[in-house]
């Protein structure tokens, strides 16, 4: 990839412009490099470790316990599944993915390409809930397709040579967990040729790579520049974003770009220091008039759409298409202002009016200051459709009390989302929502500031 040599040189604002431009449109990419490094796993879960320096791909890695307080390095994470993860490359030929049969629990696994956009996803939404296999080709592949995957939906096309799977597998609590842990065991990742030669049900030797990224590196225009050219030289871009990218080249970005030259760092650390506080703050997506903000629709990518891309890849990233799951989020009580753990408030949804879905729904407490789940004296980080022992009010309606000081009473301790002392959000998580959910005609009720010397 090189510059557009008919266009002049940016400089002064064009160039600083420019490096905005840039820096948005690859945040995806910087950060897909960051998780692959935290998340690919230096050991196997038998303890193969990897070679010194390097990680292991092609290699489902599984969360054996339900996030808590500081357990996750994604942000804005869950706590009604259990992860099932791999970071796959398809460089070396095609893969196979098998999947068990989970009985008609609910399961997904999201394959994000290197761009952030979830275009595939296996689950009961889409492929059921029985054991089946599914082939994922590179881009360009054109080898013969192998008996087997010739029904809909078993041939994955990928965008990307590079891909992160993000399984989510429902847990309904403590209880629940060893007969997930029968399902993670029944994920796997091989080659082809390794599946067609009968080796499936052999545990399958990782792939080795070097992830050359310091996930806590902080994003200096160096570091920032340097991982977003790898990431285009493994992973270039869409042949209708190809012009658009060869002009961020006068800012050194893009595959055939090495060392910025002074210029180009000026503008590129000025860009970062501009645009990243800009995404943090910014909220996407349309707000009801009872506050909850619900984010745009990523229905199987993000389009032409950059600055959504770039928002989610910071905040959310490894969101769902929307219509296997949707994510309102509320940051401000009913009358806009900022969600505070030193305040109290109510969240009632009234008879028949709990989120319409097929899967499963709850709520889950923010710190909005690192985007993480709170840490409680009841560990509790949501509530739900299937938390246990809460009581309905006596009309059929249910009222969830968030706060950071235990409520009084027995109704609303049951019935309690801790809140941090500070700033929090909420997320309420709906899988496989229906159709009002999704185009805003179920209105979701507001969160109601109660007045500390009235209302319990």
């Known amino acids: 990839m090189t510059a557009v040599a008919a266009t002049a040189p940016a400089t002064g604002a064009g160039l600083q412009a420019l490096a905005e431009e840039a820096v ?3 945040y995806p990419l910087y950060e897909m490099r960051r998780m692959r490094a935290a998340t690919s796993p230096r050991r196997t879960e038998a303890g193969q470790a ?25 942000v804005t994470p869950n706590n009604d599944t259990l992860y099932t993860n791999a970071w796959l490359d398809l460089g070396a030929g095609p893969l196979v993915i098998d999947v068990p049969d989970t009985a008609g629990r609910y399961y997904v696994l999201g394959l994000l390409d290197f761009y952030t956009n979830p275009f595939a996803h296996i689950g009961p939404r889409l492929t059921g809930t029985q054991a089946r296999s599914f082939l994922v080709t590179a881009p360009g592949w054109t080898g013969p397709l192998p008996a087997g995957f ?13 891909l992160w799977v993000i399984g989510r597998i429902l847990v309904d609590g403590p209880h629940d967990l060893a007969a997930v842990h029968a399902l993670q065991n029944g994920f796997s990742v091989a080659p082809l040729a390794d ?12 792939q080795a790579f070097a992830p050359d990224c310091d996930p806590q590196a902080p994003a200096t225009a160096a570091h920032f520049a340097a991982q977003v ?13 190809r012009e658009l990218v060869e002009r961020f080249a006068a800012v050194g970005l893009g595959s055939g770009c090495t060392a910025l030259d002074d210029g ?13 506080p800009r995404l943090r703050n910014a909220q996407s997506g349309t707000t009801q008039p009872s506050g909850w903000v619900l984010p745009p629709l990523v229905l199987d990518g993000f389009g032409s759409d950059y600055l959504t891309r770039a928002q989610v890849a910071l905040k959310y990233i490894g969101m769902l298409d929307g219509r296997e799951a949707v994510y309102p989020m509320a940051w401000t009580d009913a009358q806009g202002r900022p969600l505070h ?7 009632r949804f009234a008879p028949e009016q709990l989120p319409p879905v097929q899967a499963f729904w709850s709520v889950t407490m923010y710190d909005a200051r690192n985007y993480m789940l709170v840490d409680n004296p009841v560990d509790r980080y949501a509530i739900g459709d299937r938390t246990p022992g809460l009581h309905r009010d006596a009309d059929g309606g249910l009222t969830l009390h968030i706060q950071h000081a235990r409520p009084e009473g027995e109704a609303a301790q049951a019935n309690w989302l801790p809140a941090p002392q500070g700033d929090f959000y909420l997320c309420l998580r709906a899988y496989l929502p229906r159709p009002e959910l999704l185009d805003g005609r179920h209105a979701l009720p507001p969160l109601q500031r109660l007045d500390n010397d009235k209302e319990t």
Not at 341 to 347: E, F, M, N, P, W
């Open 24 to 26: 948005t449109w690859a």
């Open 50 to 74: 990897a070679p010194e320096g390097m990680r292991w791909c092609n290699l489902f890695t599984h969360a054996r316990q339900l996030l808590r307080a500081g357990t996750s390095r994604v």
């Open 150 to 162: 010739e029904a809909p939906g078993t041939h994955i096309q990928a965008p990307t040579r590079w």
């Open 195 to 206: 599946w067609l030669a009968g080796q499936a049900g052999v545990a399958p030797a990782p």
């Open 229 to 241: 050219n790898a990431a285009l030289r493994e992973n270039p871009p869409p042949a209708t974003q």
């Open 264 to 276: 180009q760092a000026r503008a590129l650390q000025q860009a970062l220091d501009a645009v990243l």
């Open 341 to 347: 753990g030193g305040a109290r408030y109510r969240l």
